[in-house]
């Protein structure tokens, strides 16, 4: 690690620098939709809701080689302390983009042409790290639809605070924390299988062998992450037998 | 929004059962699908709760915020209700501007607490012209099964009768988020009401209606009852749909109306103001 003494020596909620916060996955939880999970870390609430393979309107946006995937992601209104208006917004759409591309990377619609498949990320409550939250979520809501993936993905926030680097960092690290070189933010995603990176993004002041090294904790965590998305699968699939 | 289509059959099939009293799934004409209720669901909100009614399920949230209040009510805070049909919840809800049914409910569930009183405005006054508390409530559906407007409703109230008033700045101006809010926001209980929504469907009289009734039914009539000394008191009313209600029928929703403000009404305050 860095030779000076970092400012952010503990953890303003006590956890160890790579501890994650509490997560809990839940498998099915909108009865109407193809596929629907809930995902949360510490007080960070994300479901995920997949509609399709459906025909896709207007018909000018069909493509005949392939299915598409379309990302909406979006906070509700009482999710934060200073209420957000209802609908999109400029943040809003980015991160639909950004997680449309993560999940893209590992799903394969080629066999659904002329078709779109919608996944809905909403955030009921926030506390830092929504869109990795959000695309846990869908991640294992397009696996519960039977939409066909090549691997799964898996997603966590890593960070610099001054010069210690943490995993999944709180509203505090994220946005209250400045001393020093300040917070760090590094969202990242993590294909299961071949361990590529399928989102990355940066906000910040980081070293390259700090990146590195952050990188590679994200990695690490993203191996916990995932098996919480799979046993969480495994627990719906075993209750949706019985039902039958 | 593009409308859910009920195949022919099936639609015979709702309406020869109905006509027997019974339903599709077994409930009687008149019953509601079970109630739940969960509170806070966002730690950041002044309140917030999930209803379900059946599979039916709908979020909602207040929050405050400051403002300027309006010129011809200087001295009392604002209310604004918004809904949200989200397409995650249906098949048929589309992204985009909010469509006729959203704004419909909202519009319903606004008027529901503003002309009721529901709210003491004068009680949210900061500084006369200047400075108001600003009520917020979001809704946000979670799964349509049928019947949005009775669960939003139910959600609305509940959201609105837990809600705190978070601590004030003066100085600074800033609302204080992290102190724990202690006062309730100002509620005149008394007018209080619930409401429920009847469809005609065939020759009858459906409660709570799933979302195969709701496609296929003539009329609809939504019922907002409050308590007067324990006498059920109709606060707001609202017809949908093409239908025309007849003499008759109109008698017999109203019966049907009250029988089920006496079974459901003490439940829902309970939820509603924790008595």
């Known amino acids: 690690m860095a030779k000076e003494k970092s400012l952010y020596l503990k953890r303003n909620d006590g956890r160890k620098f790579d501890e994650v ?6 498998v ?22 997949v509609r399709g393979p459906r025909t896709l ?84 809501a397009l696996a519960h639809a039977g939409i066909p993936m090549k691997e799964m993905v898996s997603a966590i926030g890593v960070g610099k605070i001054d010069k ?29 299988r071949t361990k590529k990176i399928a989102l990355l993004q940066l906000d910040g002041k980081i070293s390259v062998p700090e990146l590195k090294e952050a990188i590679e904790l994200a990695k ?8 919480v998305q799979m046993k969480a699968l495994k627990e719906a699939n075993r209750s949706e037998g019985k039902k039958k | ?77 604002t209310l604004m209700t918004s809904a949200e049909l989200h397409p995650l919840s249906s098949q048929e809800f589309e992204i985009g501007k909010p469509g006729i049914d959203s704004i419909e409910i909202a519009r319903v569930i606004d008027r529901g607490i503003r002309e009721s009183g529901l709210i003491d405005v004068k009680k949210l006054c900061i500084k006369e012209g ?23 409703g139910l959600a609305g109230l509940i959201a609105i009768g837990n809600a705190k008033i978070p601590i004030y700045n003066e100085k600074e101006g800033k609302i204080d988020y992290e102190t724990p809010a202690k006062d309730h926001l100002p509620i005149n209980e008394d007018v209080a009401s619930f409401n429920m929504t009847f469809h005609k469907i065939g020759n009858s009289i459906v409660a709570d209606v799933s979302k195969e009734e709701e496609a296929i039914s003539d009329y609809r009539l939504s019922i907002a ?51």
Not at chain 1, 21 to 26: E, F, G, S, W
Not at chain 1, 220 to 227: D, N, Q
Not at chain 2, 134 to 150: A, C, E, K, P, R
Request: aromatic share 6%; with cysteine.
């Open chain 1, 57 to 140: 309107h207007p018909q000018h946006k069909q493509d005949p080689r392939t299915g598409i995937l379309r990302v909406s992601y979006g906070m509700m209104p009482f999710s934060v302390t200073d209420r957000i208006r209802p609908g999109p917004n400029r943040r809003s759409e980015e991160i639909s983009k950004v997680s449309e591309w993560a999940l893209n990377s590992v799903v394969d619609l080629s066999e659904f042409p002329n078709t779109v498949v919608d996944v809905f990320i909403q955030i009921p409550q926030a506390d830092a790290g929504t869109r990795v939250a959000g695309i846990n979520a869908a991640a294992i």
């Open chain 1, 21 to 26: 916060r509490p997560i809990t996955a839940k």
């Open chain 1, 220 to 227: 690490k965590t993203c191996e916990e992450i995932l098996k």
């Open chain 1, 28 to 49: 099915g939880i909108v009865p109407s939709a193809d596929g629907s999970a809930s995902f949360e870390t510490g007080g960070t609430k994300a479901i995920a809701v």
């Open chain 2, 225 to 275: 009852m409050g308590d007067n000394k324990g006498e059920p008191r109709i606060t707001a009313m609202q017809k949908g749909k093409s239908g025309a209600i007849s003499a008759e029928d109109m008698e017999n929703i109203l019966k049907l109306a009250e029988d089920k403000w006496k079974e459901l009404f003490p439940k829902i305050k309970k939820y509603a103001f924790g008595k």
């Open chain 1, 164 to 192: 210690t680097l943490v995993v999944d960092l709180d509203k505090y690290e994220d946005s209250d924390f400045h001393d020093g070189e300040g917070s760090t933010d590094i969202p990242v995603v993590i294909t299961s």
């Open chain 2, 1 to 77: 929004m593009s409308e859910t289509l009920i195949p022919n059959l099936q639609k015979e099939k709702i309406i020869e059962y109905l006509s027997e009293g019974k339903r599709l799934d077994g409930r009687r004409v008149e019953d509601y699908r079970d109630i739940e209720v969960e509170m806070g669901i966002s730690k950041n909100a002044e309140s917030s709760v999930r209803v379900k009614i059946g599979k039916t399920e709908v979020l909602a949230g207040v929050k405050l915020g400051i403002a300027v209040p309006y010129p011809d009510s200087p001295d009392e805070g």
């Open chain 2, 130 to 152: 200047e400075k108001v508390w600003q009520v917020f409530l979001d809704i946000f559906t979670i799964n349509d099964d049928g019947n949005l407007l009775d669960v939003a």
